[in-house]
C-alpha cells in the first residue's frame, strides 16, 4: 500500500564506538583534494557501429563498441573499448528517448543487466525507450580487471572460517597488499582509471554516440553512485534517473570507515531480524528450533571443523556461509522460509545453494569490485588506524562481521585492508559537489532494511541533491523497483512522464513469507556475478 508519512527517518542503529569512529575517520582521512582536473580539449565522440551480439540470443538486442578515452586527462590519448547494447523502443511512432540500465556491484555487467531484466520493464517504459547497458571499463567485455587470478582466490576463500582464528586481522592485513600489488602487477595499466568519474565521462560520450540530447537512467546500487557523479558532472543531461539502492556519496568517497561501519550494522541487524523471525515461526523457518541465533553460531563452528564437500570437489566452511547469506539476505521476507531451509540443510552436512564456494565468474566480479571502490574511496593508510577501526566494525556485527570483516578480500564490507595499502594513483576518483545543482528532479529510493546499502545513505543522498525526492519502500531486502507494485508504479510513472511521488511518499507493500510449497517458484539462491532486476510479482 501507499501511504504519506511525515516522521523523522529511521534512526540509524548507534553502538558505543561510532562518534569515535567518524570524528577519527574525520581528522584522519585522505582530504578531498581539487575536483576532478577538467580538460579544453573534448574527447571524440564514439563511432557505434551495431550488429548482432557475439552471444545472438534472438532477443532484439544488438551490439556495438565505443572507443573511450583510457585517461581523461589525456582524452585524444590511448582508448579502451567498451561493451555496448541496446534495443530499440518497440512504438517508434512514440519514442521518448535512450533508457540506460545500470547495474549493481562494482563489477556486474550493465550489457547482460540490460538484456536479462528487459521483460521485468513495462510496456510504458520498452514502447517508449531504447533500452541501453553496458559493460563498464574492468568488466568483462570491457577489459576484465584481474588482480588475484582463480587458483590464488580458491585458496584465499577455501581456507577462510566463519569463526576466524587468533590472527586474522593480521592475515587480512597481508592478503590485502597481497591483493593490492596483485592488481598493479597485471591490471597496472587499467587500474588507476576505473574510477566513477571517468565511468560517467564514459557514459556521457555514450550519450552523445546515440545522439541524444539527455539521458534517461536507472542505477541501482553501486548504478545509483554511478548516476549520483554522472549528475554531478552533467547536470543539464538529467531528463530522469532513478537512484534505487542509494549510497551516501561524500561518507563513501570521502570518510570510507564511517561507510563502513554502517554497512556492517545495516547487514548484521538484518540477518538478525530473519533470525528472530525464525524464532517466531520456527516451523515455517525450520531452523533452529526456537533458538536460531545459537543454532546459527553453532553451525559456523561446525563447518569449520567438517567443511562439506561440494560437487566441485572445494570445501564449504563456516566462511562460505557467511559469504552466500550476505548476498541471500538482500532478497527480502520472500525468501526467509527459503533460507530456514537451506539453513536446516547445512546443519545436516548436506549440499545446498547457501553453500555454494564461490567461483571463477566469482572472482571476476570481485576482482573489479575491490579495484573499483579502492580507485574511488580514499582510505587513511595507517594501518594502526586500520586495525582499531576494522575490530570495531566486526565487534559491532557479530553474526556475519568475523568472517566477512576479516575474511579475504571480496566484497564491500572487508575493503579497508586492501584500499588503505592501494599502490595506483587515482585519477579517475569524483572528487566534485554532489549537488547536481541545476538538474532535473532525481528520484532516489531507500529501501528501510536494506542490508547492503542503509536507508539512511538515500535519506543522506536525496538532501545531497539540490533537486532530490526521496521515495521509500518500508520493507526488507536491497532495493526496491520490482519488489513492490506501489514503488514500481510511481517509478515507472516519473520515468514515463516525469511525475514525481508525493513528498514523504512510502510504500509498505512488500511480499510477506510464504510457508514452503505455497509459492511457484523454487529458490536456487543469490548468483552474485548477475545482477537482475525482478520481475514484479
Same mark, same amino acid.
Given at each position: 500500500? %501507499?501511504?504519506?508519512?511525515?516522521?523523522? !527517518?529511521?534512526?540509524?542503529?548507534?553502538?558505543?564506538?561510532?562518534?569515535?569512529?567518524?570524528?577519527?575517520?574525520?581528522?584522519?582521512?585522505?582530504?578531498?583534494?581539487?575536483?576532478?582536473?577538467?580538460?579544453?580539449?573534448?574527447?571524440?565522440?564514439?563511432?557505434?557501429?551495431?550488429?548482432?551480439? $557475439?552471444?545472438?540470443?534472438?532477443?532484439?538486442?544488438?551490439?556495438?563498441?565505443?572507443?573511450?578515452?583510457?585517461?581523461?586527462? #589525456?582524452?585524444?590519448?590511448?582508448?579502451?573499448?567498451?561493451?555496448?547494447?541496446? #534495443?530499440?523502443?518497440?512504438?517508434?511512432?512514440?519514442?521518448?528517448?535512450?533508457?540506460?540500465?545500470? +547495474?549493481?556491484?562494482?563489477?556486474?555487467?550493465?550489457?547482460?543487466?540490460?538484456?536479462?531484466?528487459?521483460?521485468?520493464?513495462?510496456?510504458?517504459?520498452?514502447?517508449?525507450?531504447?533500452?541501453?547497458?553496458?559493460?563498464?571499463?574492468? =568488466?568483462?567485455?570491457?577489459?576484465?580487471? *584481474?588482480?588475484?587470478?582463480?587458483?590464488?582466490?580458491?585458496?584465499?576463500?577455501?581456507? @577462510?572460517?566463519? =569463526?576466524?582464528?587468533?590472527?586474522?586481522?593480521?592475515?587480512?592485513?597481508?592478503?590485502?597488499?597481497?591483493?593490492?600489488?596483485?592488481? %598493479?602487477?597485471?591490471?597496472?595499466?587499467?587500474?588507476?582509471?576505473?574510477?566513477?568519474?571517468?565511468?560517467?565521462?564514459?557514459?556521457?560520450?555514450?550519450?552523445?554516440?546515440?545522439?541524444?540530447?539527455?539521458?534517461?537512467?536507472?542505477?541501482?546500487?553501486?548504478?545509483?553512485?554511478?548516476?549520483?557523479?554522472?549528475?554531478? %558532472?552533467?547536470?543539464?543531461?538529467?531528463? $530522469?534517473?532513478?537512484?534505487?539502492?542509494?549510497?551516501?556519496?561524500?561518507?563513501?568517497?570521502?570518510? +570510507?570507515?564511517?561507510?563502513?561501519?554502517?554497512?556492517?550494522?545495516?547487514?548484521?541487524?538484518?540477518?538478525?531480524?530473519?533470525?528472530?523471525?525464525?524464532?517466531?515461526?520456527?516451523?515455517?523457518?525450520?531452523?533452529? *528450533?526456537?533458538?536460531?541465533?545459537?543454532?546459527?553460531?553453532?553451525?559456523?563452528?561446525?563447518?569449520?571443523?567438517?567443511?562439506?564437500?561440494?560437487?566441485?570437489?572445494?570445501?564449504?566452511?563456516?566462511?562460505?556461509?557467511?559469504?552466500?547469506?550476505?548476498?541471500?539476505?538482500?532478497?527480502?521476507?520472500?525468501?526467509?522460509?527459503?533460507?530456514?531451509?537451506?539453513?536446516?540443510?547445512?546443519?545436516?552436512?548436506?549440499?545446498?545453494?547457501?553453500?555454494?564456494?564461490?567461483?571463477? @565468474?566469482?572472482?571476476?566480479?570481485?576482482?573489479?569490485?575491490?579495484? =573499483?571502490?579502492?580507485?574511488?574511496?580514499?582510505?587513511?593508510?595507517?594501518?594502526?588506524?586500520?586495525?582499531?577501526?576494522?575490530?570495531?566494525?566486526?565487534?559491532? @556485527?557479530?553474526?556475519?562481521?568475523? !568472517?566477512?570483516?576479516?575474511?579475504?578480500?571480496?566484497?564491500?564490507?572487508?575493503?579497508? +585492508?586492501?584500499?588503505? %595499502?592501494?599502490?595506483?594513483?587515482?585519477?579517475?576518483?569524483?572528487?566534485?559537489?554532489?549537488?547536481?545543482?541545476?538538474?532535473?528532479?532525481?528520484?532516489?529510493?531507500?529501501?528501510?532494511?536494506?542490508?547492503?546499502?542503509?536507508?539512511?545513505? @538515500?535519506?543522506?543522498?536525496?538532501?545531497?541533491?539540490?533537486?532530490?525526492?526521496?521515495?521509500?519502500?518500508?520493507?526488507?531486502?536491497?532495493?526496491?523497483?520490482?519488489?513492490?507494485?506501489?514503488?514500481?508504479?510511481?517509478?515507472?510513472?516519473?520515468?514515463?512522464?516525469?511525475?514525481?511521488?508525493?513528498?514523504?511518499?512510502?510504500?509498505?507493500?512488500?511480499?510477506?513469507?510464504? $510457508?514452503?510449497?505455497?509459492?511457484?517458484?523454487?529458490?536456487?539462491?543469490?548468483?552474485?556475478?548477475?545482477?537482475?532486476?525482478?520481475?514484479?510479482?
Amino acid at each position: 500500500m %501507499q501511504t504519506r508519512s511525515t516522521v523523522d !527517518p529511521r534512526k540509524r542503529v548507534v553502538w558505543g564506538t561510532t562518534l569515535v569512529l567518524i570524528a577519527v575517520t574525520a581528522l584522519l582521512g585522505v582530504a578531498p583534494g581539487a575536483a576532478t582536473a577538467t580538460t579544453t580539449t573534448a574527447p571524440p565522440v564514439p563511432a557505434l557501429s551495431w550488429g548482432p551480439c $557475439a552471444d545472438d540470443r534472438g532477443d532484439g538486442f544488438e551490439c556495438a563498441t565505443a572507443l573511450v578515452p583510457l585517461d581523461y586527462r #589525456r582524452p585524444t590519448g590511448r582508448t579502451i573499448p567498451l561493451a555496448v547494447t541496446r #534495443r530499440l523502443a518497440a512504438d517508434p511512432a512514440h519514442r521518448t528517448g535512450v533508457l540506460v540500465l545500470h +547495474p549493481g556491484g562494482p563489477g556486474n555487467s550493465g550489457v547482460d543487466f540490460a538484456r536479462d531484466s528487459y521483460d521485468a520493464l513495462p510496456t510504458a517504459l520498452s514502447d517508449s525507450f531504447d533500452v541501453v547497458g553496458y559493460d563498464m571499463r574492468g =568488466v568483462k567485455r570491457s577489459g576484465q580487471v *584481474e588482480c588475484w587470478n582463480d587458483k590464488e582466490y580458491s585458496a584465499a576463500v577455501d581456507a @577462510a572460517r566463519g =569463526v576466524p582464528a587468533p590472527g586474522a586481522l593480521q592475515l587480512a592485513v597481508r592478503q590485502g597488499l597481497d591483493f593490492a600489488t596483485a592488481c %598493479q602487477q597485471r591490471s597496472g595499466d587499467l587500474v588507476p582509471f576505473i574510477g566513477t568519474a571517468s565511468n560517467a565521462k564514459d557514459l556521457d560520450l555514450l550519450r552523445q554516440a546515440l545522439g541524444e540530447e539527455t539521458l534517461t537512467f536507472y542505477g541501482r546500487s553501486f548504478g545509483s553512485y554511478v548516476g549520483t557523479v554522472y549528475a554531478a %558532472q552533467f547536470p543539464r543531461r538529467v531528463r $530522469a534517473m532513478v537512484l534505487d539502492g542509494a549510497y551516501d556519496p561524500r561518507r563513501y568517497a570521502d570518510v +570510507p570507515y564511517s561507510y563502513d561501519a554502517g554497512q556492517f550494522v545495516a547487514l548484521d541487524t538484518a540477518v538478525g531480524r530473519f533470525l528472530d523471525w525464525c524464532a517466531q515461526n520456527a516451523t515455517t523457518c525450520g531452523f533452529g *528450533e526456537g533458538k536460531p541465533r545459537q543454532a546459527f553460531e553453532e553451525l559456523k563452528r561446525s563447518l569449520d571443523a567438517d567443511p562439506v564437500i561440494t560437487a566441485s570437489g572445494r570445501p564449504a566452511t563456516g566462511y562460505t556461509l557467511a559469504y552466500r547469506l550476505m548476498f541471500n539476505i538482500n532478497s527480502g521476507k520472500e525468501i526467509w522460509p527459503d533460507l530456514g531451509e537451506a539453513l536446516r540443510t547445512a546443519q545436516e552436512h548436506r549440499t545446498t545453494w547457501l553453500l555454494n564456494p564461490p567461483s571463477p @565468474a566469482s572472482f571476476d566480479f570481485l576482482n573489479v569490485n575491490m579495484a =573499483v571502490e579502492c580507485a574511488d574511496r580514499a582510505y587513511p593508510t595507517s594501518k594502526l588506524l586500520m586495525g582499531a577501526l576494522v575490530s570495531a566494525h566486526v565487534a559491532s @556485527a557479530p553474526l556475519l562481521g568475523p !568472517p566477512i570483516g576479516l575474511g579475504p578480500p571480496t566484497y564491500d564490507h572487508n575493503h579497508a +585492508p586492501t584500499c588503505a %595499502q592501494w599502490p595506483a594513483d587515482r585519477p579517475s576518483r569524483f572528487e566534485g559537489s554532489y549537488r547536481a545543482a541545476g538538474s532535473a528532479p532525481i528520484l532516489v529510493l531507500g529501501t528501510t532494511g536494506d542490508p547492503d546499502t542503509p536507508y539512511q545513505d @538515500a535519506v543522506a543522498l536525496a538532501g545531497t541533491l539540490d533537486n532530490g525526492r526521496l521515495l521509500t519502500f518500508a520493507g526488507e531486502g536491497h532495493t526496491g523497483y520490482n519488489r513492490s507494485a506501489c514503488v514500481s508504479a510511481l517509478v515507472n510513472t516519473y520515468l514515463a512522464t516525469l511525475a514525481l511521488p508525493a513528498r514523504g511518499t512510502v510504500c509498505a507493500d512488500e511480499t510477506p513469507p510464504e $510457508a514452503l510449497g505455497r509459492r511457484g517458484t523454487a529458490v536456487t539462491g543469490v548468483d552474485e556475478t548477475r545482477d537482475v532486476i525482478p520481475t514484479l510479482r
